[in-house]
Protein backbone atom coordinates (compact mmCIF):
# COMPACT_ATOMS: atom_id res chain seq x y z
CA UNK A 1 0.00 0.00 0.00
CA UNK A 2 1.53 3.37 -1.07
CA UNK A 3 2.14 6.32 1.54
CA UNK A 4 -0.81 9.08 1.40
CA UNK A 5 2.34 11.46 0.08
CA UNK A 6 3.12 9.37 -2.60
CA UNK A 7 -0.95 9.60 -3.26
CA UNK A 8 -1.44 13.15 -2.69
CA UNK A 9 1.68 14.88 -2.65
CA UNK A 10 1.93 17.96 -1.50
CA UNK A 11 3.11 21.11 -3.56
CA UNK A 12 5.49 23.18 -2.07
CA UNK A 13 6.88 26.80 -3.87
CA UNK A 14 10.64 28.62 -3.70
CA UNK A 15 11.02 32.23 -2.02
CA UNK A 16 10.79 33.53 -5.14
CA UNK A 17 7.48 31.84 -6.36
CA UNK A 18 5.88 33.47 -3.25
CA UNK A 19 7.47 36.88 -3.95
CA UNK A 20 5.61 36.68 -7.35
CA UNK A 21 2.27 35.82 -6.08
CA UNK A 22 2.30 38.41 -3.59
CA UNK A 23 4.45 41.36 -5.52
CA UNK A 24 7.47 41.56 -3.16
CA UNK A 25 10.87 40.73 -3.13
CA UNK A 26 12.25 37.33 -1.98
CA UNK A 27 13.79 38.89 1.48
CA UNK A 28 10.62 39.90 2.72
CA UNK A 29 9.53 35.95 2.42
CA UNK A 30 11.80 34.80 4.65
CA UNK A 31 11.53 37.95 6.45
CA UNK A 32 7.65 36.42 7.21
CA UNK A 33 9.35 33.37 7.52
CA UNK A 34 11.20 34.89 10.34
CA UNK A 35 8.33 36.48 12.02
CA UNK A 36 6.36 33.38 11.67
CA UNK A 37 3.75 34.19 9.32
CA UNK A 38 5.09 31.23 7.12
CA UNK A 39 6.86 27.66 8.00
CA UNK A 40 9.40 26.72 5.65
CA UNK A 41 10.75 23.69 5.09
CA UNK A 42 13.94 23.26 4.69
CA UNK A 43 15.45 20.71 1.04
CA UNK A 44 18.39 18.49 1.92
CA UNK A 45 20.37 21.23 0.17
CA UNK A 46 19.42 23.61 2.81
CA UNK A 47 16.61 25.54 0.41
CA UNK A 48 13.34 26.69 1.72
CA UNK A 49 10.28 26.04 0.49
CA UNK A 50 6.69 26.76 1.41
CA UNK A 51 3.40 24.66 1.17
CA UNK A 52 1.13 26.05 -1.37
CA UNK A 53 -1.95 25.62 0.51
CA UNK A 54 -0.40 27.92 3.49
CA UNK A 55 1.11 30.55 1.03
CA UNK A 56 -2.61 30.93 -0.98
CA UNK A 57 -4.47 31.08 2.74
CA UNK A 58 -2.02 33.91 3.51
CA UNK A 59 -2.54 35.46 -0.19
CA UNK A 60 -6.59 35.20 0.24
CA UNK A 61 -5.91 36.96 4.17
CA UNK A 62 -3.77 40.06 2.72
CA UNK A 63 -4.04 40.08 -1.14
CA UNK A 64 -1.53 40.86 -3.63
CA UNK A 65 0.68 43.61 -3.18
CA UNK A 66 1.76 46.50 -6.03
CA UNK A 67 4.81 46.07 -8.03
Known amino acids: MEGLGAQHPEAWLTPGEVA ?3 G ?6 TR ?3 AGKLS ?3 TLGGHRRY ?5 HALLR ?6 A
Open 20 to 22: RLF
Open 24 to 29: VDPKTV
Open 32 to 34: WAA
Open 40 to 42: PQR
Open 51 to 55: KADEV
Open 61 to 66: QFGPQP
